[in-house]
């Protein structure tokens, strides 16, 4: 009996971080394509090319981000 409340009790304190860990990446993931999709919009309303190159490098960071948190 101990052995399986043991087994129990360790398995809850594995499970606890992921689920904690993956709200937090959703939270994550969630800002980094709000960003993307604010620098979008303000390509869409013309820029200078020094601008533009900003926001093709900020882009590729946050693409980049995007890919590895959201799976």
Known sequence: ????A????????????ASAHNSCAKAE????K???RTIESRMRS???????EKYEEQLRGLR???SKLCR
Do not use: D, F, H, N
Not at 11 to 17: C, K, N, S
């Open 64 to 66: 980049a981000k995007r």
């Open 46 to 52: 013309g820029y200078s090319r020094a601008q533009g």
């Open 34 to 36: 709000e960003k993307i």
């Open 29 to 32: 993931c969630a800002s980094v």
């Open 1 to 4: 009996m101990k052995q399986r």
């Open 6 to 17: 043991w087994m129990l009790v360790l398995l809850l304190l594995t499970q606890a971080p």
